[in-house]
């Protein structure tokens, strides 16, 4: 018989087959043993689900509330026994959110969801409303297990309306129960307004909407729900007319790198955006792109021409050794010339690099400190963990490891 290493390699995928049909006991046992390693250990956890020994129970929960095990074998064993209601005087202790492991307090929270403890609805909702997506799942998961176990009315009720969270949760129900969840575009929080455009599904609710939206913002966030639906540009581009064509106006913002900008980032902004940039995005042409290979080829050709001796160009990814981004990387000088992807910008941290002048004479536009400073209003992007407006600096030469 396979010893469960040998089911479990070091290299490749565990046999799946083998361990729901191995002996229960003896993968609770494993799993027990912290001798062995972690990755089997939790793979093991995963093969005991539906199948856990009754002797074995009480030991393994131990394991959860042990803060010096594996955290990934105390998630794990959490998921596998979230339905033991003896766990959850400990999971409601107010020493859970400071558990040390990573994601646990978060699991517990989805825990005490699943075993329908209604105090956790709030710490739920906000869970929910995360713009993390793992943690949004955990969120989503506890409060489902409250609405299926409560009713929906009883955990709206019990979360009320004053914060966004709360009102994102509502939203959620009443598009559950068919209903109306235009009046949620125009709520003074973004990321509900956000959720009910996804929300919404009928298509002449929103068009009578946008007559009637309370502000030009919530008829915004109406056409762009309309967009979702239809994907008619054109009623989308008379709608955006009608409204007057609200954009979010940036000082120091051309329309060259606007364009640019816009039709980068603007289409899967993040959810506290304006909605009005996801609307140029819609109703305006994307400019046109130069080759990613000849434009910086051209630079380089361009700098060396000129003298400077610049050595071949890199794309950023390969320049940071990792990642991905919208610009190349040409050292020259003994300084970097960065050639976007996205236009003709070119730039470097010195203004005065002599890099400058020849580029510009060959039609390439160089971005200066004070244009590369500026902040892009309300436009929010992902950038090494956070989520917030970026510069022009950062989105046209944007790179992500």
């Given amino acids: 018989m396979p010893t469960i290493d040998t089911l479990i390699p070091e290299r490749g995928p565990h046999d799946a087959a083998a361990l729901s049909a191995y002996d229960p006991d003896a993968l609770a046992g494993y799993v027990l043993d912290g001798r062995n390693a972690w990755w089997r250990r939790r793979t093991c956890v995963g093969a005991l689900a539906g199948r856990v020994p009754e002797a074995r129970v009480a030991a393994l929960l131990d394991r959860i509330k042990d803060d010096e095990e594996t955290g990934e074998i105390r998630i794990a064993l959490l998921d596998l026994l979230s339905d033991r209601t003896e766990l959850l005087p400990w999971l409601r202790h107010e020493d859970r959110s400071a558990d040390p492991s990573y994601g646990m307090p978060d699991v517990v929270l989805k825990a005490r969801g699943l075993l329908g403890d209604r105090t956790a609805a709030p710490e739920l909702a906000t869970l929910a409303f995360s713009l993390w997506r793992h943690r949004q799942q955990l969120g989503e998961a506890g409060l489902e297990a409250l609405v299926e176990r409560y009713g929906a009315d009883a955990v709206v009720a019990d979360l009320g309306d004053d914060r966004p969270e709360d009102r994102a949760f509502a939203a959620w129900m009443r598009y559950r129960e068919d209903g109306d969840v235009t009046p949620y575009l125009a709520d003074p929080d973004r990321r509900v307004a956000h959720a009910a455009h996804e929300l919404a599904v009928d298509p002449d609710r929103l068009r009578a909407y946008v007559d009637e939206a309370p502000t030009t913002e919530a008829a915004v966030w109406a056409v762009c729900a309309l967009h979702r639906i239809t994907e008619d540009s054109e009623e989308t581009r008379g ?20 364009r640019a900008i816009v039709h980068e980032y603007a289409p899967g902004c993040e959810r506290p955006s304006d909605p009005r940039w996801r609307l140029e995005a819609l109703c305006t042409e994307p400019p046109a792109r130069p080759d990613p290979v000849a434009q910086p080829a051209r630079a380089a050709a361009v700098l060396a021409a000129a003298g400077l001796a610049p050595k071949p ?15 190349h990387v040409i050292e020259c000088d003994g300084e970097d010339v960065l050639v976007s992807t996205l236009g003709r910008f070119v730039m470097s941290h010195d203004d ?8 510009q004479e060959a039609g390439f536009r160089w971005i200066e400190r004070e244009t590369a400073d500026t902040e892009v209003t309300d436009l929010w992007v992902y950038y090494f963990g956070h989520r917030g407006p970026r510069d022009v600096d950062t989105l046209l030469f944007y790179w992500q490891d």
């Fill in 239 to 258: 709608l955006d007319e009608r409204l007057g064509s609200p954009r979010v106006e940036v000082d120091g913002l051309d329309e060259e790198l606007r």
């Fill in 313 to 327: 160009p890199v794309s950023c990814g390969e320049h940071h050794q990792q990642g991905d981004g919208t610009y």
């Fill in 352 to 359: 005065d690099h002599p890099a400058r002048l020849p580029l």
